[in-house]
């Protein structure tokens, strides 16, 4: 078993290295590589068709990677445990179910549980607790059809607390989410990081949101840049990302 690089005596939480994929003759990703510690925030930042949503899949071994390697916690995907939560973006998910809140926590205990058995007194005071974290309390036997957008993604981010998960992927968690929840959101993540949870965040969306965050990766099929937001954001950087007009951002 093969463990990778290591910083103060643990290994990172992510590290990506030399990442190249393609589907079919177009290349998605070229050559990316990050490498992020535990207990950050950090904002994978680009347009749409940047690669985003191509990076988090190949880090949760969803697709075939063409080249490079990728490492959690030091570990190739396929030797790992429940380490990461992937919370979706909203349009990817049928909010027809007829779920409730708690039933959707529940789902992050279920490698924990089994399948074909019961969840423990212990299980369910987890749900609980995860709820109450994200302030869903008071709603935990609503209908997922009865939450806003705010509420919906952090019942996700319940779920990642419920699964016991040190790294959570959030891909494009600020869609469809109006500014007050997106603030209420990321206070939650602050806190979470505070905890020495890593968050990897990705967003089209440029706004005041980015100096919130420990780091920005700033990628267009490669990486452009990735640093403080501060040092990542020149204006060299986002004509990269987004051509002469992001001088107007």
Known sequence: M???????GQPLAI???????????????????????????VA???????????????????????????????????????ELAYIPQSEQVNWLFPLTSADVVMLGRQRKIGWFRKPSKLDREIVDESLRRVGLADRRDALITELSGGQR????????LAQEAHTL???????????????????????????????????????????????????????????KPSEAFTPEVLEELYGTHAYTI
Do not use: W
């Open 2 to 8: 093969q463990i990778n690089a290591h910083h103060n």
């Open 15 to 41: 590290e990506v290295k030399d990442v190249s994929v393609s589907y079919g003759d177009t290349q998605v990703l070229q050559n990316v590589s990050l490498s992020i510690e535990h207990g950050v925030m």
């Open 44 to 82: 994978l930042v680009g347009p749409n068709g940047a690669g985003k949503s191509t990076l988090f899949k190949a880090i949760l071994g969803l697709i075939p990677i063409h080249n490079g390697q990728i490492y959690i916690h030091g570990l190739p995907f396929s030797k790992i445990r429940g």
């Open 153 to 160: 993604q952090r019942l996700f981010v319940a779920r990642a």
């Open 169 to 227: 992927l959030l891909d494009e968690a600020f869609s469809g989410v109006d500014i007050a929840s997106q603030e209420g959101l990321m206070d939650m993540l602050n806190s979470l990081a505070e905890e020495g949870k890593t968050i990897l965040l990705s967003t089209h969306d440029l706004t005041n949101m980015s100096s919130r965050f420990d780091l920005c990766c700033c990628l267009n099929k490669h990486v452009c840049a990735f640093g």
